[in-house]
């Protein structure tokens, strides 16, 4: 059973936004788009993962995907962690293609590809100390001791994984993630004592989750960026350009003439992703290029935001679990300004 679904990540909306609202010719565009892509292929890697998992049996394993938790004030990350009554197990999954060589004595991953190599860090290196500080925290939290196990997914089925020769234990962790289930089955034959009875199992997951922290991200700050340096007004959903008036109840390029309902949503998104927490009607007049305060109030208050203040001093927030639950993002899109 999942208990925590796999979502898009904050950061890769953000680095979007970002990649939107910067000029072209911008010194960090190049960069920008670089991360995005990386970012991008290791969620579609996780995605990945996603099929066999739902293939496991609802009643004996629990999993909670993207959860971050801290162990004395140490946060550390888990792509999945699947949990029963009989182990916990940690999966790091990487989508890199290429052979990807594992060099356990320099503690380094090493990609070839197109005759070229390029050095990644360790994922081994990184599940252990997600096994780790994950004892410390189970610990922490008085549940009784589950045997924990790692392994790290490889998503791209192209890709050739390779080791020294003298090298055991690296087969052991490092597969496929077509073999997930057959190394799933042969922990289940490993640990056939049941620890964590079913209740307790349960509310060992709910604990989990509970303790979820996001990450609070500041991408302009990442990469030193002023938001004087963004563009404003609302983006075609045709040409790109930022050219959209409101014209007759809807918005319309005058370069293109594609008109659309609810492009200001796109826009307010960008607002809040890069980093504004809140936003007033001369603030939204501002930002889409609106001449009218009466349609801009009319635009913040069909997005259901919640406010505080009245009349021309009322500021309206951002819901309080935005960046916890990115999901509200998409249901912010679905309601237009008719």
Same mark, same amino acid.
């Given at each position: ?10 950061? /890769? ?18 960069? @920008? ?23 496991? =049996?609802?009643?004996?394993?629990? @999993? ?34 290429? +052979?990807?060589?594992?060099? +356990? ?7 070839? *590809? ?38 790290? /997914? ?10 020294? =020769? ?6 052991? !962790? ?20 049941? /620890? ?20 609070? %991200? ?15 007004? %609302?983006? !075609?959903?045709? !040409? ?6 409101? @014209? ?7 370069? !293109? ?20 927490? +809140? ?26 935001? =919640? ?10 927030? *951002? ?6 639950? =990115? ?12």
């Amino acid at each position: 059973m999942i208990i925590k679904e796999r979502k898009i990540p904050i950061r /890769i909306l953000m680095l979007e936004a970002l990649e939107r609202r910067l000029p072209l010719n911008h010194s960090k565009t190049g960069k @920008i788009k670089e991360d995005l892509a990386k970012r991008k292929a290791g969620f579609h890697g996780e995605e990945s993962l996603d099929y066999y998992l739902k293939k496991l =049996p609802q009643k004996e394993y629990l @999993i909670l995907n993207d959860l971050r938790l801290i162990n004395e004030e140490n946060p550390f990350q888990i792509d999945t962690l699947i949990i029963s009554s009989r182990f916990a197990l940690i999966l790091e999954v990487k989508n890199i293609s290429g +052979t990807l060589f594992f060099d +356990t004595q320099f503690n380094q991953l090493i990609r070839t *590809l197109n005759g070229e190599e390029h050095g990644f860090q360790d994922p081994l290196s990184q599940v252990q100390y997600q096994k780790s500080n994950l004892i410390k925290w189970l610990a922490k939290q008085q549940i009784v001791e589950l045997p924990v196990k790692y392994s790290v /997914i490889i998503s791209n089925p192209a890709s050739i994984i390779k080791t020294s =020769p003298h090298t055991k234990n690296v087969h052991q !962790c490092v597969f496929h993630v077509s073999e997930l289930l057959k190394r799933l089955q042969s922990f289940q034959d490993q640990f056939e004592k049941e /620890i964590l009875p079913p209740k307790e199992l349960k509310k060992a997951a709910r604990l989990l989750l509970k303790n979820h922290i996001s990450e609070e %991200i500041n991408i302009l700050e990442s990469y030193n960026i002023d938001r004087s340096e963004l563009l404003t007004g %609302i983006q !075609c959903p045709n !040409c790109s350009r930022f050219s959209m008036k409101r @014209i007759k109840r809807a918005w319309q390029c005058p370069i !293109c003439k594609t008109r659309s309902k609810n492009s200001h949503v796109q826009a307010l998104m960008d607002y809040f992703l890069l980093g504004h927490r +809140t936003i007033t009607n001369k603030q939204l007049c501002w930002f889409l290029h609106l001449q009218s305060s009466d349609i801009a109030k009319k635009i913040l208050k069909s997005m259901n935001l =919640p406010f505080k203040g009245s009349n021309k001093g009322r500021i309206y927030c *951002l819901p309080e679990n935005f960046f916890a639950q =990115p999901e509200l993002l998409h249901q912010l899109s679905k309601v237009y300004y008719q």
